[in-house]
Nanobody, 124 residues
């Protein structure tokens, strides 16, 4: 059974940092694009960051550019999201997702595997 399990969420003050992890099990994802999405209450799910299978191509949403960094450790079958300079508007449930292709996509419909989500709350 394929599973993606996120961890690292929590409550942080504005300007603080968090590092999310997404550990995959059941199969390897070292030939797959991976992404982080988020969904705030009353809003649609949006892509935060995405990376192709090798890490050579990366996408960031405009609202997180320069503050968030996606990375992956294929040996550990894990993808990370380092979040710095957090703002209250970053408050959301963050989801890890894996695609069945190597190239990046910013559309949630293109991702087959999803984690259960981890809550990130940034206080002002």
């Amino acid at each position: 059974q394929v599973q993606l399990v996120e961890s690292g969420g929590g409550l942080v003050q504005s300007g603080g940092s968090l590092r999310l992890s997404c550990a995959a099990s059941g199969r390897t994802f070292n030939r797959n694009a991976m992404a982080w999405f988020r969904q705030a209450p009353g809003k649609e799910r949006e892509v935060v960051a995405a990376q192709n299978w090798s890490g050579s191509s990366t996408y960031y949403g405009d609202s997180v550019k320069g503050r968030f960094t996606i990375s992956r450790d294929n040996a550990k079958n894990t993808v990370y999201l380092q979040m710095n300079s957090l703002k209250p508007e970053d408050t959301a449930v963050y989801y890890c997702a894996a695609r069945n292709l190597m190239a990046i996509s910013t559309s949630s419909s293109q991702y087959t595997y999803w984690g259960q989500g981890t809550q990130v709350t940034v206080s002002s």
